[in-house]
């Protein structure tokens, strides 16, 4: 990268170059666009940033991002909170939300078991579901993390230390897209969904 | 895009979104890496932002930006302050910079003529650019706009300008790029290059 000509301007680069997928020519024309805008225009990013890093929690319950100590999921009352639906990430909880097809609560992780990235069972919230399970009122435990052979590992180990409660263990079905032309199907999806194969009706039911 | 769990998020999300070329799933990308970090490492983004809106000046010659009244550019005394680069923008100048071969000085346009975008003479710094030349000391104005229509409108129109002035005109060299292949350079380019062929020995000199 040619020398910048000015410090200040530097510096915005070198935080933006942090940001994922960010290198430095996104980083420049990020921090050329902020000095394009109006003075109060531009000013709004970094207070954002400033108003969220200062304000943010995570739910007690579900350890969700929340602007409060509950989250709004976990503290509506028409959510079913004895189904307790296990995701990797907040991301999980908001594509699952956009479905509108369920009713329950979360329980978010905070990643998945990977000793290459040094993620172990202490750095996940598994001991605060297991006591969420141990408190008792949760019937269902819906495990929803990645479909990869860190996320299996994680499934596994939940599974294991959830086998000495009253509660079933649950997680998504794996099949062939919706909408998807079966030669384009992995050969392992497609292997399961002949295998694990369904009753015409549970497909196409209302 | 789903609900966000977080008007804080929602806030920064949008934020994000403005910057040139971010999608609202990436701006959630960058605003959860923001929230993996530890406070202080986020902290330095919003920080480093707010600096460079407050601090950051153009350079009373040239307009470039810069840290102080006079950039670095300027204020070196072992520049040629007899040749001025007139470029488009601060990329402009770092890409010049970045070639060594340069040894004047720089006047940046702030953009070039387009109806269509709404900038007219008016908002790029032409009057300061005909300010400069009539003030005297400049024997060399090179025009290095982009080679679009517009640069060439730009490029004729201070051309024009400058004709009741003592001074030479010139512009970068167009030709087939170092390393290009010919099948893969532009017919136009090509045409140009065969047309304004140039003495061997001056393209190979040391």
């Known amino acids: 990268m040619e020398a910048m000509p000015s410090k200040l301007l530097e510096k915005v680069v070198d935080e933006f170059s942090k940001l994922p997928g960010v290198g430095t020519q996104t980083a420049l024309r990020f921090a050329l666009h902020l000095l394009k805008q109006n003075r109060s225009d531009a000013a709004m990013l970094p207070a ?21 100590d509950v989250c709004q999921i976990c503290s509506n009352p ?23 097809q369920y009713t329950g609560v979360y329980h978010v992780l905070g990643g998945v078991i990977s000793p290459i990235d040094g993620i172990g069972i202490n750095d996940l919230t598994i001991a605060q579901l297991i006591e969420r399970v141990k408190n008792g009122g949760v019937k269902e435990v ?55 194969r369904v009753p015409f009706d549970s497909i196409y039911r209302k």
Do not use: W
Request: aromatic fraction near 6%; charge should be negative.
């Open 48 to 68: 954002a940033i400033e108003q969220m890093l200062d304000g943010i929690k995570f739910c007690k319950n579900c350890h969700s991002i929340s602007d409060t």
């Open 78 to 100: 028409k959510r079913q909170t004895d189904v307790v639906c296990v995701v990797e990430n907040i991301q999980g909880v908001m594509a699952i939300e956009h479905t509108a």
């Open 142 to 196: 819906i495990l929803a993390l990645p479909t990869t052979m860190e996320g299996d590992t994680t499934n596994f180990y939940i599974n294991k230390q959830l086998q000495n409660y009253p509660v079933n263990v649950s997680t998504l079905a794996r099949g062939v897209a919706i909408g998807d032309n079966l030669e384009y199907a992995d050969e392992v999806t497609l292997g399961r969904s002949i295998v694990n």
